[in-house]
């Protein structure tokens, strides 16, 4: 399924909506691998919102270890504004 734009513009993610497992692919991911210079950060954080929704009890992401639905959380912080707690990256500041 498609929540919107996030890493790069053609993200999907896999939603087994019974057992509650969310395969994010590159959406999020967890730990130190971030990459947004081909992707749209204030739309990011929307499409992280739509995926929170979901509320995933596994995210399995696109790289690190699998997680629970904090990792968005996680991932959303990393994304968002400096005055957020993010750190405010742009696609034109990669």
């Known amino acids: 399924m498609h929540l919107g734009v996030?890493?790069?513009?053609?993200?999907?993610?896999?939603w087994l909506p019974q057992e509650?497992?969310?395969f994010t692919g590159d959406m999020c991911v967890n730990g130190p691998y971030n990459y947004v210079g081909d992707g749209d950060v204030g739309k990011w954080v929307a499409?992280?919102?739509a995926a929170r929704k979901l509320d995933a009890k596994i995210v399995c992401t696109g790289h690190g270890p699998r997680s629970t639905g904090t990792?968005?959380?996680d991932?959303?912080?990393?994304?968002?504004?400096?005055?957020?707690?993010?750190?405010?990256?742009d696609q034109h500041s990669v």
């Not at 996030?6 to 896999?14: I, K, L, Q, R, W």
């Not at 991932?75 to 990256?89: I, K, L, T």
């Open 6 to 14: 996030a890493h790069p513009h053609g993200d999907a993610v896999a």
């Open 47 to 49: 499409t992280l919102d």
């Open 75 to 89: 991932q959303q912080v990393f994304q968002g504004p400096p005055g957020a707690g993010g750190h405010g990256y």
């Open 20 to 22: 509650r497992i969310l």
């Open 71 to 73: 990792v968005l959380d």
